[in-house]
């Protein structure tokens, strides 16, 4: 499955101009589908914006991401398009694991930009453990120029299906959406965000909090 981008009709985008910025609708900033074969190497953003990624140890099929829990990642170098800034934005990851952090991982980094001493803040999505390590949760978190936010789910993702996580966040605060349902909100004012990090998947810029499990898709929608 695939997330498709279509042109915007003529008429839609005059009545979109004449309504205002309130109107505006959001724009893909990177889509990554994951469906490379083996051996490619390159993870390939299909938005138009050119964040492509490179591999670190990932095994692929042609349709999902395989990662080890020691070495896999992927790595997209740091660009304009991935910073939101002050505006409104989500990134989402669609993934399946049956495997819940332990003590000594911490936790599952599925997607993350910029770390928590990064300049400019940073925002990133986790497979999160409960006190004792029996649940693999959902996990939302940003930091930004006036404030930061938190969300952390209650429900099992750890459980050997497939499960989307998307974070969202506004001059509100943070929403969490697990599968398409809101399951958290956090008010709070966060600021702009917008650092000079790499955007990662399935661990840290600096290595750690590595993935254990399959990955489909990922995106991140500014607007």
């Not at 398009?81 to 399946?96: H, I, M, N, T």
């Given at each position: 499955m695939r997330w498709h981008r279509f042109a915007m009709p003529p008429l839609l985008a005059l009545a979109l101009l004449t309504?205002?910025?309130a109107a505006a609708l959001a724009a893909t900033a990177a889509h990554w589908g994951m469906n490379e074969p083996a051996g490619t190497g390159m993870m390939f953003d299909d938005s138009g914006n050119g964040n492509d990624g490179t591999w670190q140890n990932i095994t692929a099929n042609g349709a999902t991401y395989q990662f080890n829990g020691?070495?896999?990642?992927?790595?997209?170098?740091?660009?304009?398009?991935?910073?939101?800034?002050?505006?409104?934005?989500?990134?989402?990851?669609?993934?399946?694991?049956?495997?819940?952090p332990s003590a000594t991982v911490g936790d599952f980094d599925l997607l993350r930009k910029g770390l928590g001493s990064t300049t400019g803040g940073y925002f990133k999505v986790e497979v999160y453990p409960n006190a004792d390590h029996t649940k693999g949760r959902a996990l939302c978190q940003l930091q930004g120029t006036t404030g930061a936010a938190k969300l952390v789910g209650s429900a099992n993702l750890a459980n050997g299906a497939w499960h989307t996580i998307r974070c969202a966040k506004d001059s509100s605060g943070l929403t969490m959406f697990v599968d398409g349902s809101k399951v958290g909100f956090k008010a709070a004012s966060i600021g702009s965000i917008a650092n000079s990090a790499p955007l990662t998947i399935g661990a840290k810029s600096t290595g750690g909090d590595w993935y254990t499990g399959r990955m489909d898709q990922a995106a991140v929608t500014i607007g």
């Open positions: 309504l205002g910025p020691s070495t896999s990642r992927v790595v997209v170098p740091d660009d304009p398009s991935l910073d939101p800034g002050s505006r409104p934005f989500s990134y989402r990851v669609k993934f399946k694991t049956s495997v819940v």
